[in-house]
């Protein structure tokens, strides 16, 4: 092998774009763990579920009451509370919360945060429920 | 905001003569097309010139498809087998049945399972039509099977290049920014070469950036589509490029230095502390991983520290715990590969290899900086890039990393001029906001996708669990396509994991898995055990030997599609420009008794009674909100689900009809989203810390199925691994036989198509044997002759050979996919070689991290005798 050739150029100038990401940021706080609950209020809660998760039950929707700030979490465990948690093992992952692929609408909005209260100003709400799988590949 | 300018078609036209708007999908480039129709018949097929998706241009795959639509030999009617014994080749006895006795005994098949377990009903689907995978996508979740599949074309494709594509790039692929790029290093792909994902538009780009100069270099067994227009090609050992790459990366850490230290501590995980065993420091409060903030001279929070004052070298002591930043110990690790090992694996020139490298650290111009459109963004014009070629192979994952770590080095990603993930960032259609997305950081402040292709993204990854999926993709948690559908193995593993059911039914969507997985006699029985069949089609194929009611299928010109190029990271060009939503229309009606295959999902639905199910998915795998949801018990044609889609996302006033007239509307890309990375405060892996751990846990759940995990393809650093072929010393075996994407055909329907067969036949490749010449004459062999390939497990195949010098030595190169021996595709039949004869199905040839199965196999080479 010869000489190294010396390959770097004399200033960077694209240093200080490389780290603008994170000056730009607004919170450089570490990560806020999950709320807890502390309201008192309730929200009536329909639950519609659909494809494999329909096999869980013929109730249809499944009515719940829960805590005005209830997310989707709570939800989930209400209805292993009900159903057998057994049931809803195949949506739950200790490292996301609700795998993604459980698809969860809120009066037929996406709600993709499982720790996001699911009602901000207390009204009943449906809530649906379905399991995705995408055709991955190719 | 930006106006969506609809481009207005001017081909004026007299009554019965028309110019309508639709989309390609000879292969899943997903061209946008103009189809003449005169009198009822499309005539001519073109590309769309206002689209951004193929630019108006057309390859001889799309202007040919006249031929497929046309083909006297399409299925047409639907039938039902009444011999009920099958095998290959063995006649099924086809009926023709009408439409409802097809569907009334498909839905009380479909009723019956999903009373029992929905699981039982398998699902597998062609890649060809892939954009057509939305009304699957509501079928398979609306009954309730999570089994679904893409056959050869998804278990052989990309299994690695999408999971690895994804953390590093947050996009389904990689290319290189053609505009920009000065220097590009291709390993196993072809882009902007041949087919594929947005092929046209890739062409134009590729061939444009080699007229203004751009330098392209192939790493490749064969000197095919992509080399023969390199600047330089450096002929490979088959299944070593990992060894190449890794060498190279060693090259510019630890004896050039051309390193960009900014980009590492920014935008990797380099700076995260590792201890001493091989997991991140953690912060105790908080739980983040930790760095070391030279500045302070204490460890922090990766998400307190500045980036600018991270360590990316040296050790330090974290409350008792000794420990070093990643990218320190991957640059120690790199040490083992040097340029004289990596020629040993290879057979690439060690003065080769340190002068590519050397090339590549001087073009990727580290520190530089360009304006576009006023914006001053990060410049690096040089791209490593792979893709099919690479990474069909047992050590798929790290194969790609290899390759995609030697950008990471340089900073060389999705900047000016780099290497890019197809589309990662898109801020939405301009009038609605809608289908936006965007990068973003996840936990450890590791890089999420914006959008993908499926509902399971590459990062976070799911806890393994015992798996209760076929493809045992639930244990196997960065798996995707699996083999396990079809495998001898499969059988036993799901006994040994009581899976709670068996895969009963198949529903088919033009895969033809006897050709597209591995050897015929394999796929035929695991094919033979389900109690029954139903396929949508275009042709009795090889496939159709085992199916008990075929579907005719209207084809591309018969169906509606209202996102043939998004999610935007599959097939839609890269780079500054426009972008492009068009759509497929049907444009002529159909021949026979044809449907479109959407309205019959719908149908079936409604017969097996999960209509409501159903919608409930097309609302979700659409997102239709608002006036535009489905109602749940209503049934739908698709062209009105159709019409919801693009009312929901461009507004009221461009629904079906408005895209029906005018085909496509086009907006321009901006420099933030194009070159997204300096905006995204986000990293990507280039220490896997989650691997040996996640392997662990895999190991304590299959070894009790006897499934041994080998945990050294579950390093957190990357690694060369030998393939099965690698490790063959039988005397003999001295060719290593791989497959690769002829441009002129697309998996294996295309093969039927008249033209395109009249120009393979004029090609001398596409239906023979490659070898090189002096290795070739050294054993006595002529051009043109017959001869053998043999495994060492006794699989043969045999086909004519071509003596060329471009290709590696020890390299035989075939085109995929042809071979046919289906009655039912005259055209095809006895053409080229079926090369995945040759392939086994089992674990010692599956990548155990993402579930690839390895293509290349070492054979000994036997003069055949002539029939």
């Known amino acids: ?138 | 905001m930006n106006e969506i300018k609809p481009p207005r078609i001017v081909k004026t036209a007299p009554e019965g003569d028309e110019w309508i708007p639709s989309t390609c999908n000879l292969c899943y480039g997903t061209c946008s097309i103009l189809v003449h129709k005169v009198d009822g018949v499309a005539v001519k097929i073109e590309g769309n010139p206002k689209s951004t998706v193929g630019k108006g241009r057309l390859c001889g795959k799309g202007v040919s498809g006249l031929m497929t639509h046309y083909d006297p030999n399409r299925v047409r009617v639907p039938m039902r087998r009444t011999n009920p014994e099958k095998g290959i080749g063995i006649d099924p006895g086809w009926e023709e049945i009408s439409w409802d006795e097809a569907l009334d005994e498909i839905a009380g098949r479909l009723k019956k399972i999903r009373a029992d377990d929905p699981r039982k009903l398998s699902i597998q689907r062609t890649t060809t039509v892939y954009t057509m995978g939305l009304p699957w996508a509501a079928f398979a979740p609306g009954f309730g099977t999570t089994n679904v599949s893409e056959g050869g074309g998804g278990l052989h494709c990309g299994n690695s290049a999408h999971q690895v594509s994804g953390l590093l790039h947050a996009s389904w692929g990689v290319l290189p920014d053609f505009q920009y790029c000065n220097y590009t290093l291709y390993f196993g792909a072809s882009k902007g070469h041949a087919a594929g994902h947005n092929s046209n538009s890739n062409m134009a780009q590729a061939a444009d950036a080699r007229e203004r100069g751009m330098k392209m270099v192939v790493v490749d067994p064969m000197c095919n589509f992509a080399a023969a227009k390199a600047n330089e090609w450096v002929p490979i050992r088959v299944g070593t490029d990992a060894a190449l790459a890794l060498a190279m990366c060693n090259v510019l850490a630890n004896e050039l230095g051309t390193l960009d230290e900014p980009y590492l501590k920014a935008k990797t995980n380099g700076p995260y502390l590792i201890g001493p065993d091989g997991a991140y420091v953690r912060d105790v409060e908080s739980n983040e991983p930790l760095v070391w903030d030279s500045k302070a001279g204490s460890a922090k929070p990766h998400n307190v520290a500045d980036s600018e004052d991270m360590a990316l070298e040296g050790e330090f002591d974290v409350d008792g715990v000794i420990c070093q930043p990643a990218f320190a110990l991957l640059k120690e690790h790199l040490k083992k590969y040097s340029p004289e090992y990596a020629e040993e694996i290879t057979t690439v020139p060690v003065e080769n290899i340190r002068r590519i490298s050397e090339e590549f650290a001087r073009e990727a111009r580290i520190g530089s900086t360009i304006v576009i459109d006023g914006i001053t963004l990060p410049y690096r014009p040089a791209a490593a890039i792979a893709f099919r070629g690479l990474q069909g192979h047992r050590n798929a994952t790290f194969n790609f990393l290899a390759v995609l770590l030697l950008n990471q080095l340089v900073g060389a990603a999705d900047v000016v001029g780099s290497c890019h993930g197809f589309n990662s960032s898109f801020d939405g259609i301009p009038e609605t906001g809608r289908m936006g997305y965007k990068p973003k950081a996840g936990p450890d402040g590791l890089m999420e996708v914006g959008t993908w292709m499926a509902y399971d993204p590459p990062y976070p990854r799911p806890e393994p669990k015992k798996p209760e999926e076929m493809g045992l993709q639930d244990l196997f948690v960065m798996g995707m396509t699996s083999p396990f559908f079809n495998s001898e193995e499969g059988e036993e593993l799901w006994e040994k994991f009581d899976m709670p059911y068996r895969p009963e039914m198949l529903i088919n969507y033009g895969a033809n898995i006897m050709m597209s997985i591995a050897n015929k006699d394999l796929i035929a029985e695991s094919l033979k055990k389900l109690d029954f069949i139903a396929s949508f089609d275009l042709f009795m194929n090889e496939t159709s030997d085992f199916v008990d009611i075929i579907l005719p299928d209207r084809g591309y010109l018969g169906c509606y599609n209202t996102r043939p190029n998004t999610p935007y990271i599959f097939s839609h060009p890269a780079g500054m420009g426009d972008w492009s939503w068009a759509i497929q229309q049907p444009v002529v009606e159909p021949e026979g008794e044809e449907r479109i295959f959407a309205d019959v999902l719908i149908d079936l639905a409604d017969r097996a009674d999960f209509l409501s199910d159903i919608n409930a998915a097309f609302n979700a795998v659409f997102d239709l909100r608002g006036e535009y949801r489905l109602q749940s018990d209503r049934k739908y044609s698709y062209e009105e689900v159709c019409d919801a889609d693009l009312k929901n996302n461009f507004g009221p006033k461009r629904g079906l009809e408005f895209f029906k007239k005018e085909g496509v509307v086009t907006w321009p890309k901006t420099p933030e989203e194009v070159y997204w990375r300096p905006f995204t405060d986000a990293r990507v892996p280039i220490y896997w810390e989650w691997m040996p751990d996640l392997g662990k846990k895999i190991q304590a759940i299959s070894g009790s199925a006897g499934l041994d995990v080998p945990m050294e393809y579950y390093s957190a650093l990357v690694e060369y691994l030998p393939c099965v072929s690698h490790k063959c010393d039988h005397d003999g075996f001295d060719f290593y036989t791989f497959y690769y994407r002829d441009t002129l055909h697309t998996n294996s329907f295309t093969m039927e198509n008249a033209w395109l067969d009249e120009a393979a036949q004029l090609d001398p490749y596409s239906y023979n044997i490659a070898m090189n010449t002096a290795s070739g004459l050294n054993r006595g062999l002529e051009d043109g002759d017959m001869i053998w390939l043999e495994t060492e497990r006794g699989r043969k195949i045999k086909g004519r050979v071509h003596l060329t010098q471009a290709i590696h030595p020890e390299g035989l190169g075939i085109a995929a996919l042809c071979g046919h021996w289906a009655k039912g595709m005259p055209v095809a039949k006895g053409k080229g070689i079926f090369y995945n004869e040759l392939l086994e199905l089992d674990w010692d040839y599956v990548n155990p991290v993402n579930l690839t199965l390895d293509l290349c196999s070492k054979v000994k080479v036997t003069r055949a005798e002539e029939c």
């Open chain 1, 1 to 138: 092998m010869g000489e190294t050739p010396d390959l770097k150029i004399s200033e960077d100038r694209s240093a200080v774009l490389w780290y603008s990401a994170e000056r730009n940021a607004a919170d450089k706080s570490a990560k806020s763990v999950d709320p807890k609950n502390t309201a008192v209020a309730t929200i009536s809660i329909d639950v519609l579920l659909f494809g494999l998760l329909s096999a869980i039950t013929t109730e249809s929707p499944i009515s719940l009451s829960l805590p005005d700030m209830a997310t989707p979490m709570d939800v989930v465990a209400a209805l292993e509370d009900r159903f057998g948690a057994d049931s809803f093992a195949q949506i739950k992952d200790p490292n996301v919360g609700i795998l993604p692929c459980c698809r969860l609408f809120v009066d037929g909005e996406p709600l993709e945060d499982p720790y996001a209260p699911i009602s901000s100003d207390g009204a009943a709400v449906t809530v649906e429920m379905i399991i995705l799988k995408g055709f991955e590949g190719g």
